[in-house]
C-alpha cells in the first residue's frame, strides 16, 4: 500500500517551454504533497509543500511563477516548470504521508533535462 | 546549523559483512522521529526503516535496524549481512512535532564489494 506514482521518469525539453510532472497517490489521499529537487550526489531539496485544495507554501528561494504547483484533488499534484532554461535540468521527486504509516512514500522522480 | 549530520560521505563494505551508517540529529523538541531511506541509482527513495523518540526499543526491520542512542542524539542505521543490492543512497532524516515536513541529511553512498 501506500504508492505514489510520479510521470513522466524522463523528459527532455528545448529551453523556453514548460513541463508539467505528475504525482498520483494510488491508494490513499495524500492532502499533503512535498516536492523536491536534487542535484548530483546531493541531498533532497524541498520546494515547496502542495496542499489539496489550496496554493501551495514554498521554500525561501523557489519562484513560483516558474515552478507552479497544484494539487486539485487528494490524488492528484502536479509541478509546471515553466519556461524552463538549462538551469532547470535536475532530478525532480514528490513525497506524500500516508496518515496510517510513519514513512513518508515517493515517487520515483522525474529527471529533466533542458537542452 | 544542520538539523541531520551524516559525517560519512561514502562507505565501503565486503559482501555479507555488516555495516554502520551514522546519523546525528539536532532538536530541542522531546518529540521527533527519525527515518532512513535508500535511493538507488535509478532515483526512488524507498523507506526503510523508523524511530519515535519515545519508543523504547530500537526499531528493525528485516537486515536494517536501526541503533538509537537518545541521549546522544544518534540514530545509525545498521544494515547486516550485506549485498550487492544494498549499494546506493542512504538518507536520514527527521520530523519534528507540529511539522510534517521531514528535514534529510546529505546522505552516504554505500558500496558492497562481492
Redesign the interface.
Known amino acids: 500500500g501506500a504508492v505514489v506514482s510520479q510521470h513522466p521518469s524522463r523528459v527532455i525539453c528545448k529551453s523556453g517551454t514548460s513541463v508539467k510532472i505528475e504525482c498520483r497517490s494510488l491508494d490513499f489521499q495524500a492532502t ?1 504533497m ?1 516536492w523536491y529537487r536534487q542535484f548530483p ?4 531539496m ?1 520546494m515547496a ?1 502542495s496542499n489539496e485544495g489550496s496554493k501551495a507554501t514554498y521554500e525561501q528561494g523557489v519562484e513560483k511563477d516558474k515552478f507552479l504547483i497544484n494539487h486539485a484533488s487528494l490524488t492528484l499534484s502536479t509541478l509546471t516548470v515553466t519556461s524552463a532554461h538549462p538551469e532547470d535540468s535536475s ?1 525532480y ?1 514528490c ?1 506524500a ?1 500516508a496518515l496510517d504509516k ?8 522525474t ?1 529533466l533535462t533542458v537542452v | 546549523a544542520q538539523k541531520i549530520t551524516q559525517t560519512q560521505p561514502g562507505m565501503f563494505v565486503q559482501e555479507k559483512e555488516a555495516v554502520t551508517l551514522d546519523c546525528t540529529y539536532d532538536t530541542s523538541d522531546p518529540s521527533y ?1 527519525l ?1 532512513w ?1 535508500k535511493q538507488p541509482s ?6 526503510l526503516i ?1 524511530q ?1 523518540s519515545y519508543d523504547q526499543q530500537n526499531a528493525t526491520e528485516g537486515r536494517y535496524s536501526l541503533n538509537f542512542q537518545k541521549a546522544r542524539k544518534s540514530a545509525n542505521l545498521v544494515i547486516s549481512a550485506s549485498q550487492l543490492g544494498d549499494s546506493a543512497m542512504y ?1 536520514c532524516a527527521m520530523r519534528e512535532t507540529g511539522s ?3 528535514t ?4 552516504t ?1 554505500l558500496i558492497v564489494h562481492p
Open positions: 499533503t512535498f550526489k546531493q541531498s533532497l524541498l509543500t532530478f521527486i513525497s504521508r510513519n514513512g513518508y512514500t515517493f515517487g520515483s522522480g529527471r | 522521529g527515518f531511506y535509478s532515483g526512488e527513495m524507498i523507506f523508523y519515535g538518507f510534517y515536513i521531514p534529510f541529511g546529505r546522505g553512498s
